[in-house]
């Protein structure tokens, strides 16, 4: 019989967090508690704490409590045995702590060398085989815990009988019994999920999937007819004794010096000193330092700065290129100041407040971009300075997106290959789906397949595992600070602390961002080419207005230039026409989803150099640089300055609130704003245009601390570009492969600037870097498909300066063991030999017997060279060699005629169950000719082409082709 006021809670329950040993959603769980209202339950996962964050962050929004354990196989006396701990308080948070920091995870727990008080343990019979046969395990167990149960899993009648023995067992010895039925997912119906999670952790297939299980959530009637009153009573026992909360877990802030007062100190020295360094010495400056540092220092943060600006300043002392800044610390003073950033936000008008504002209290955030290949050397540093159990990498974990479900269900349940390949193709390459139903509202290919029964029933399997975690990864920037030993407060273990950044930062723990970034590699690549040019480099914030730097950009000469790359973007600089940095960082806020709207606008009036009155004086001077439109963020914070006169602070929070759409926050707010405007001489009715303005603008308004820092890189490699561009063509080269369809962009841009990219040289050109010489650039040996690293290698070595002859270049590959004709083809074939005056032909030709006599030759001898050639089969071979023709113009080739494109044929036509397929190229691309009979062509044919080119998929549809004889 269930009283009215039966209550249980579930403990043996495993959650997604277990990685593909459960089916079970938190979310999942939660609801299902409410549903038969539970007061909490538990999660004891496998071997690690991963779900205390996500489990305690839900289960405290919905009331419910939260009871934490372990799931682990443990060892004692040699006996092995499944068991379940759970944590009563801070004792036995510590000794699980030591459990799950030390652990390996291949063996069961030798439980002999732990401390377990604190702890409560409920042993999992059903890993018992014969209970009488664990007595003294048992007791030598109970022994070392606060408290110990013996859990009741009843499935079947099976398990029904082994109960009752387990029951007779307790009338002996004094142990209590606690329903204990295994969870792993919510519902019977989930077991399907189960099983296809459980088949790819194990790499197995399943022949038929069941459709029910028995490890779902019981009812209180299912429990009360499977457990005894007091079985089910002893969940809550254990839940009451629990009172541990992990929310309680709180982070210690790194500390730069122990006492608040001396990092205070220290931090007001560094700032007014460097402040004194870069003459900013007005009031204007010194007051704005002040006002920031005494902000710091109430919220608690010198030492957050001096830390940031420590690394910084470390890696720029050893070279280390760090960029100009990033998101909204830029607008910190006392960050430029310090060297964090390379940000002025007095000369931008920046805010502070948008960046750390003592209403809105939260963890400073300052991150900051690295060159990519270094980005390592800062952390080891910050681990060497701190400790490296005080400086952690952050766990992520990869989950099942679509088209992983795909792919995985078609493995376990053996779908017919070809097929799931079909559909998973079908998902949108970059798709931001969550589930089926998304995408099949937005990708029309996917959907029109879910016409087939096949397919959907693929689709209905695969839905179910959708967004389950399967492994853990690392946190691609992120970095934990802390200042005491990690491994104290939370699981922390092969220098990886494993709760994810957002449950973290909610304990107090500090996150440092620290990203790589591949283009200020590409900066640091281009500076060394102006050093070994000769030329001067230059402070990109003294040129912010250079206007052969907005000529290149108007040109639409964007290859290589950070965040200006894209085709979109493109189009939008077609419209606004920069002109000056003003303009370039207004772009990068406005190309945006939303914003994009004002693109036309802002290009408009910046082209009539007309800006519409709003009305209201203090916001036409305060829209001005952005032509009466809203972009930024700040621009919102000075209105409601201006306006209603609010302070810095308030004014960030009003614009936190409309962003965030908190309306209970906006109305608040916006009853301060009326009266505040009202009270600074504004009629209501203005007042109320005024916020309606800010309202209609905010949910578009940008960073412009953020835009302005991203603004300098993009203008830096501009004026590079503009100013250098042997420098800047040849560092781009260096992460250009030759086959990139950007490459052919590449030269054509390099060409407007008089510069000609050049075939690897015997003479000239060294192993992996491109070199300049006379306004040309020679690519890198390695750019030749078909030899190894040993050849260039040693030619590069051996060269002495120069090879005087062809004859000297054989003798010494022969002597470092490097000479085979595959190689020695490939060279020939990118045009190394060139210089030497011999035909390509003719040196293929005379091959196999330069071969051969090198183990005769002195290396000064004069060789007899064939002087045949062909230079359709140079072009193609310099392709297939190299990716690209670059000494060979098809069109000196081929007579061309308006509206044909010349083209090579490669290989032999083939006939396909399409149609017949021609291979063909024009020394830079290669194309397919679709055509539904044969054409009758062969490879190095000469042919001119129209028809509809697809420059995506470099097919050639609906040819028309002459042949030239």
């Not at 689709?459 to 005491?484: C, D, E, M, Q």
């Amino acid at each position: 019989m269930i009283k009215e006021d039966f209550n249980f809670y579930p403990l043996n329950v495993l959650s997604e967090y277990s990685l593909l040993e459960s089916a079970l959603k938190i979310e999942d769980y939660i609801a299902k508690l409410k549903l038969f209202n539970y007061k909490g339950g538990a999660i004891a996962d496998l071997n690690h704490t991963y779900g205390y964050g996500p489990f305690s962050v839900q289960m405290e929004k919905n009331n419910l409590k939260s009871i934490y354990g372990l799931t682990l196989d443990i060892c004692l006396n040699g006996e092995i045995i499944k068991v379940s701990f759970y944590i009563k308080n801070n004792d036995g948070y510590k000794n699980i702590l030591k459990i799950v920091n030390s652990i390996d995870l291949t063996e069961p727990l030798k439980v002999d060398s732990y401390e377990l008080k604190g702890l409560i343990a409920v042993i999992h019979t059903s890993s018992i085989t014969k209970i009488d046969l664990c007595k003294n395990l048992i007791y030598k167990l109970s022994n070392k815990v606060d408290n110990l149960y013996l859990g009741l899993e009843i499935y079947n009648q099976d398990d029904i009988t082994k109960a009752n023995l387990i029951r007779d067992f307790v009338k002996v010895y004094p142990y209590k019994l606690v329903a204990f039925p295994n969870i792993l997912y919510a519902n019977k119906k989930d077991h399907e999920a189960y099983q296809i999670l459980n088949a790819i952790k194990e790499k197995s297939t399943i022949e038929s999937l069941n459709q029910e299980g028995p490890y779902f959530i019981l009812s209180p009637k299912a429990l009360g007819v499977l457990y005894s009153n007091e079985e089910i009573n002893n969940t809550v026992e254990i839940a009451n004794d629990c009172t541990f909360n992990f929310l309680d877990i709180k982070g210690h802030m790194l500390k730069f010096y122990q006492e608040q007062k001396e990092s205070d100190n220290k931090l007001r020295q560094l700032a007014f000193e460097n402040a004194n360094k870069l003459n900013l010495s007005s009031d204007v400056y010194l007051k704005r330092i002040e006002k920031e540092l005494n902000i710091i220092s109430k919220m608690g943060y010198s030492d957050y700065f001096l830390i940031v600006s420590d690394y910084i300043n470390y890696a720029k002392s050893i070279g280390i290129l760090v960029g100009p800044g990033r998101g909204s610390a830029a607008g910190s003073l006392v960050s430029y100041v310090l060297g964090i950033t390379e940000i002025d936000p007095l000369k931008f008008n920046l805010s502070f407040e948008r960046f750390l504002n003592p209403l809105r209290v939260t963890m400073p955030d300052i991150d900051v971009d690295i060159e990519e290949e270094r980005r390592i050397e800062v952390i080891d540093y910050i681990k060497r300075r701190y400790g490296e159990d005080k400086v952690a990498n952050i766990v992520t974990f990869n989950t099942i997106k679509l088209k992983s479900s795909i792919r995985n269900v078609g493995d376990v349940l053996k779908y017919i290959p070809a097929r799931v390949d079909t559909l998973a193709k079908s998902i949108a390459k970059n798709s931001k789906s969550t589930n089926f139903e998304e995408e099949a509202k937005s990708n029309y290919s996917f959907n029109k397949l879910l016409s087939d029964k096949y397919y959907q029933n693929i689709v209905s399997k695969a839905n179910k595992i959708v967004g389950f975690p399967t492994n853990t990864s690392i946190h691609a920037a992120g970095i934990i600070l802390s200042n005491t030993p990690l491994n104290e407060s939370i699981e922390f273990k092969n220098g990886i602390v494993n709760q994810e950044f957002s449950y973290l930062e909610q304990l107090g723990f500090l996150k440092m961002d620290i990203l790589s970034l591949s283009n200020l590699t590409f900066i640091k690549n281009i500076r060394n080419y102006i050093k070994e040019l000769g030329y001067k480099d230059i402070n990109i914030s003294e040129n912010l207005n250079d206007q052969k730097s907005y000529e290149i950009l108007n040109k639409g000469m964007t290859l290589g230039i950070f965040q200006l790359e894209s085709y979109g973007i493109n189009e939008a600089i077609k419209q606004i026409k920069p002109t000056c940095f003003n303009d370039l960082v207004a772009l990068l806020a406005l190309f945006r989803p939303g914003p994009m709207a004002n693109i036309p606008i802002y290009a408009k009036r910046k082209e009539e150099n007309k800006i519409p009155s709003s009305g209201y004086k203090a916001l036409d001077n305060e829209l001005k640089e952005t032509y009466g439109i809203i972009i930024y963020q700040e621009q919102i914070i000075r209105i409601a300055q201006i306006v209603a006169k609010f302070e810095p602070g308030k004014a960030d929070l009003l614009r936190r609130a409309i962003s965030k759409k908190d309306t209970s926050k906006m109305m608040a707010l916006k009853e301060e704003f009326i009266n505040g405007s009202i009270n600074n001489g504004y009629q209501k009715s203005d007042a109320e245009n005024i916020y309606n303005l800010i309202l209609k603008f905010s949910n578009y308004g940008f960073n412009k601390s953020h835009s302005v820092s991203y603004s300098m890189i993009s203008l830096l490699l501009l004026y590079y570009k503009a100013h250098y561009p042997l420098a800047f063509y040849s560092a781009l080269l260096e992460t250009t492969s030759t086959s990139d369809k950007n490459f052919i962009k590449l030269i054509r841009e390099a060409r407007y600037f008089g510069i000609k990219i050049k075939n690897p040289d015997i003479n000239i050109s060294n192993s992996s870097k491109p070199v300049v010489l006379d306004n040309c650039i020679y690519l890198p040996f390695k750019t030749i498909s078909g030899i190894n690293k040993g050849v260039y290698e040693s030619l590069v070595t051996n060269r002495n300066n120069k090879f005087c002859s062809l004859s000297n270049v054989i003798v010494s590959l022969r002597k470092s063991n490097s000479l085979d004709i595959n190689s020695f083809k490939s060279l020939i074939n990118a045009g190394v030999f060139d210089s030497f005056g011999y035909t390509r032909g003719g040196l293929i030709e005379s091959c196999p017997q330069l071969i051969q006599d090198s183990e005769y030759m002195l290396g000064d001898e004069t060789l007899d060279i064939k002087r045949s050639d062909d230079k359709v089969k140079n072009l193609i071979r310099e392709k297939d060699t190299l990716g690209v023709c670059l000494s060979i113009k098809i069109k000196d080739l081929i007579t061309t005629k308006e509206g044909y494109i010349p083209l090579i044929i490669t290989k032999e036509e083939i006939k396909t169950s399409t149609g017949y397929v021609n291979f063909v190229t024009d020394g830079y691309n290669e194309y397919r000719i679709i055509s539904s009979k044969p054409q009758g062509l062969t490879t190095y044919d000469k042919i001119l082409v129209s028809g509809n080119i697809d420059r995506n998929t470099n097919r050639i549809t609906n040819a028309s082709i002459i042949k030239e004889k």
